[in-house]
């Protein structure tokens, strides 16, 4: 690895330091340099071969077979406890659409991987379609390399509904049924301050006004990654992300005291991500909460009010 892309640092604080290591290179070529089984957890948003400025444009054909090569790599990295977090959208070729999370699924599992949730990740704002329904959704599959895996159960647990209930009949009759640091919250979530009850990742997408929006056409949110790094990982774990971007990994696994490698070919995204690393380490980045809902205006507001134009419209039908 030619030393003038490579950046390493050190940050936290005097008990709790992680490491974090960012690549400028292309990502095949870069895991070629990482030992076997280094990583709990490999997380990313891989290109969607849909033609942004980082990608170059192909068949669905090529592109998943460059794809393949690798994930190939990305399993020979991962650690035997260690999980795969894959979160992709749609390719969409002359108004037909591929889901490729349905592609991806018969790739990983070539390498044997095993599938433990497959998440929606739903937002409420994106590109609107004329001729079909505007997607507002992205999937993340988890996939782990053996079945035994680690997996955080209390770092994500919620309040339960029914504290006080006990149990009916059996051996345990009369005692308290639940756990007390909270329940399970399953394989269903809402995520916002609310119980998580749908398998639906209710997460705002970075657009417009989002305060952590870059020049990057496809950030996905720190919040994003920071829920499966609080489940699948253990503190001092190492994090990868083979398409890092602008690093919302990175910042995700330094702000839990994970170590993390970020990689990616654009040396603008990498200068980014290092000026974003600095301003965490200064304090003054701006992160959303993790548990801060999803703004919804007044209903007697503007924004949620039909104007006057429409109403006469309507009231002539």
Known sequence: MNEMLKHKGITGDLFNKSQYIL???D??????????????????????NVGKEYEVKQSIENYLKTQEEIIKQLVRVLSPRGSICWEVGNYVDAGEVFPLDIFYYNIFKKFNLKLRNRIIWHFGHGLHASKRFSGRYETILWFTKKNEYIF???????????????????????????????????????????????????????????????????????????????????????????????GSTVIAALKNNRNVIGIDKEKKYIDIALERIKKYEEGSLKIRPIT???????????????PQEWLKQMNKV
């Open 152 to 246: 955080n159960l209390d770092e994500v647990r919620i309040p339960s509904k029914y504290p006080g209930k006990r149990h009916f009949k059996g051996p345990n009759k009369g005692k308290l049924s639940g756990n007390p640091k909270g329940k399970n919250p399953s394989d269903v979530w809402e995520i916002v301050i609310k119980d998580w009850k749908q398998e639906i990742w209710d997460i705002p997408n970075v657009k417009a006004n989002h305060p952590e929006k870059t020049e990057h056409p496809c950030q996905y949110p720190i919040e994003l990654v920071e829920r499966c790094i609080l489940a699948l990982t253990e503190k001092n774990s190492w994090v990868l992300d083979p398409f890092c971007g602008v």
């Open 27 to 48: 990502a095949n070529n870069a895991l070629k340099n990482i030992e076997d089984e280094k990583f709990d957890l490999i997380i990313t948003s891989p290109p969607y």
């Open 23 to 25: 690549l400028c290179d």
């Open 292 to 306: 801060k809902p999803i703004y919804s205006p007044p209903q007697n507001s503007k924004l949620a009010t039909y």
